[in-house]
């Protein structure tokens, strides 16, 4: 990671973040990073430790990070709202170490471990003296999966030379979403703006006032910034392209997006942390189509489910075995539609929804409910069934009010004429939010 280190220190004086507490410049950020390694040094740290770094989502976070990693040592970034408990993510990362970035006080949190068959993975890296990087799956069930990556593998796709840009860091960096917008950005001299809260004010006051050109966002909050008509209160006029992903978006979130932005690119991403983010490009037409690939990535489909090759993805979990088949295929758990050179992302095969046999995906329900009149948004999901296995409930949230009884038959109605009886809700609750979790992504019931 020598050359991106050193391509940071190029940039001089240009603003790499600007934040609440003020502006901090490339030759800044590389003086940090350079007194984060030596003070890591005098402490101890030795190549191969496992690092927790420990902050908000900031510049110095980011430092620190890449200290650890430059010392071939291995950082795992957490945040107040990460999806794992700190003493969790020491434990399945068998760390060392814990690294405040607020005053930079290093604690020994631990020597020994149970030895799991996958940190095989973590001996390797030692061996090869790379630094690494672990970050946790946002999974809402279950223990979150830990993965590894390496940092000349995870820096590799940021090599090439690109115009700067000027983008909000919208996720946080301890997610992948997060690190990547960053790596992006200050690999090619832009400016990071982070933020202090991710509400919709928040996020326009910023883009109003460092006049920015590119959000990366999800189709949660983008539901969220139509309907506080927050566009009316901010001056966004600067905004030209408008990313979105980590989770399904639906047609009438995305026409309601183009309407209230015209002239604003609109694109869809595609990523994992397993695999990275993969060039993508929206169809021209408006809808859910994309175009997904670039440069050392590779995609096809089995049984109606993408698999992706990468030559960026991790070195494996932690915790879990990955499913990855002879030819380095990674399998992602997203069923799509394929249309020439576009797929169309369905949903995961854990979120489906099984009426009678018949496969229901949620966001195909999603998508359609939120393009009948009067509703805002909606969350589907299954609940057990003992005759059918699963019957399809959904959390709706209106626009006015509406009477129970009425909304329940036109909205049933309007599933049958249009998506067929299994995909008929059984159950109808109005809510007065689609909750959002800290990655800001829907949140669905387990339904059981």
């Known amino acids: 990671m020598d050359w991106y280190l050193l391509r940071l220190k190029e940039f001089g004086d240009a603003v790499a973040f600007r934040e609440d507490e003020g502006d901090t410049t490339y030759r800044q950020l590389t003086s940090q990073i350079h007194l984060i390694e030596r003070h890591l040094l005098d402490s101890g740290i030795a190549s191969g430790d496992v690092v927790v770094v420990r902050g908000r989502s900031d510049s110095r976070l980011f430092a620190a990070v890449l200290a650890v990693m430059h010392l071939d040592a291995i950082a795992v970034p957490l945040t107040d709202q990460s999806p794992i408990a700190a003493s969790v993510a020491i434990e399945i990362a068998t760390a060392q170490f814990s690294l405040s970035t607020d005053n930079l006080i290093l604690e020994r949190v631990g020597d020994d471990y149970p030895v799991q068959s996958n940190h095989r993975l973590l001996e390797e890296l030692r061996t090869e003296k790379l630094g690494g990087l672990i970050l946790f799956s946002s999974g809402s069930t279950g223990t979150p999966k830990a993965i590894l990556y390496d940092s000349e593998r995870l820096l590799r796709k940021f090599e090439a030379d690109r115009k700067p840009i000027k983008a909000l860091s919208f996720l946080m960096m301890d997610h992948f979403g997060g690190l990547n917008t960053v790596f992006s950005i200050t690999s090619c001299g832009g400016e990071a703006i982070t933020l202090e809260d991710r509400n919709v004010d928040t996020v326009c006051a ?114 879990a075995e990955a499913d990855i088949d002879e030819d380095g295929y990674f399998n992602t758990q997203d069923e799509v539609l394929v249309d020439g050179e576009y797929i169309q992302v369905l949903g995961r095969v854990s979120d489906v929804i099984n009426v009678g046999g018949e496969k229901v995906y949620p966001a195909e329900v999603e998508n359609f409910l939120e393009g ?48 067929g009886k299994n995909k008929v809700p059984s159950k109808i609750r109005v809510v007065a939010e689609i909750p959002i979790s800290v990655r800001m992504k829907r949140l669905r019931h387990t339904g059981n």
């Open 206 to 319: 910023a883009v109003e006032r460092h006049r920015v050109k590119v959000l990366p966002v999800t189709p949660s909050f983008i539901r969220l910034l139509i309907m506080s008509g927050a566009k009316q209160r901010y001056d966004l006029s600067t905004l030209e392209k408008i990313t979105f992903g980590t989770e399904p978006m639906t047609r009438s979130t995305l026409d309601q997006l183009a309407r209230h932005f015209p002239g604003v690119e609109l694109q869809q991403t595609y990523g994992l942390t397993e695999v990275g983010v993969l060039r993508s490009k929206s169809r021209p037409d408006g809808t859910l189509w994309m175009k997904i690939g670039g440069e050392g990535f590779d995609w096809k489909i089995k049984e109606g489910t993408l698999w992706i090759r990468s030559e960026f993805q991790m070195r494996g979990y932690l915790n």
């Open 372 to 419: 009948i009149e009067n509703i805002a948004a909606v969350a589907a999901y299954g609940e057990l069934n003992s005759l059918l296995g699963q019957v399809i409930a959904v959390d709706i949230m209106l626009v006015n009010e509406e009477e129970l009884g009425m909304l329940r038959k036109r909205v049933r109605e309007a599933c049958s004429r249009s998506l």
